[in-house]
T-cell receptor
Framework: GAVVSQHPSRVICKSGTSVKIECRSL??????MFWYRQFPKQSLMLMAT?????????EQGVEKDKFLINHASLTLSTLTVTSAHPEDSSFYIC??????????????FGQGTRLTVV | AQSVSQHNHHVILSEAASLELGCNYSYGGTVNLFWYVQYPGQHLQLLLKYFSGDPLVKGIKGFEAEFIKSKFSFNLRKPSVQWSDTAEYFCAGSDRGSTLGRLYFGRGTQLTVWP
């Protein structure tokens, strides 16, 4: 299957600072990328849908100004956690789909980023 | 609203036992359904998917799932589990009518297989 790469895999930052997480599709063009958050022992919660060249679509309850998403190219989307606080500590996962407007395509997942805010 | 639910939170089995993990979905329209597995420390991997056609879907590693529209279910099965199947299993669905293709996940089922 296609490869989605996330970087960094782990990051520790101080409270109040911002952290950027990158998600790249390595061997295909991803018109749409998705950002999830996974709490320990819980499911993946969809945060937002990132469309290349346009604004992201955020799920209800997700702060747009807190979690900035940029999808500048067909192979790269970034999630920036601004003014991070300890409660933002979590596992963030991205996924990407090729040929979004076809219904029979699957999403491929990155390996995730473990964010710890101290 | 779209949702996917998994009722088994933690399943413990001995090797060679049969497995069935429940998954129910709630969608207004036509749905695509998936099962993913997450081994400790690794990323999500697709086990199998259902888009259309034969409701009995066969995936990797001997897993299969059956789409039963009347029951809104997509249960995962394996006739004989192995120790290496110990992992977290997630059922997910997407609304085919949505061009965004957003995936919604169940809360996951932790499978522990004893050797």
């Amino acid at each position: 299957g296609a490869v989605v790469s996330q970087h960094p895999s782990r990051v520790i930052c101080k409270s109040g600072t911002s952290v950027k997480i990158e998600c790249r599709s390595l061997d295909f063009q991803a018109t749409t990328m998705f950002w999830y958050r996974q709490f320990p022992k819980q499911s993946l919660m969809l945060m937002a849908t990132s469309n290349e060249g346009s604004k992201a679509t955020y799920e209800q309850g997700v702060e747009k100004d807190k979690f900035l998403i940029n999808h500048a190219s067909l192979t790269l989307s970034t999630l920036t956690v601004t003014s991070a606080h300890p409660e933002d500590s979590s596992f963030y996962i991205c996924s990407a789909r090729e040929r979004t407007h076809q219904w029979n395509t699957e999403a491929f997942f990155g390996q995730g980023t473990r964010l710890t805010v101290v | 609203a779209q949702s996917v639910s998994q009722h088994n939170h933690h399943v413990i089995l001995s090797e060679a036992a049969s497995l069935e993990l429940g998954c129910n979905y709630s969608y207004g329209g036509t749905v695509n359904l998936f099962w993913y597995v997450q081994y400790p420390g690794q990323h999500l991997q697709l086990l199998l998917k259902y888009f259309s056609g034969d409701p009995l879907v066969k995936g990797i590693k001997g897993f299969e799932a059956e789409f039963i529209k009347s029951k809104f279910s997509f249960n995962l099965r394996k006739p004989s589990v192995q120790w290496s199947d110990t992992a977290e299993y997630f059922c997910a669905g997407s609304d085919r009518g949505s061009t965004l293709g957003r995936l919604y996940f169940g809360r996951g089922t932790q499978l522990t297989v004893w050797p």
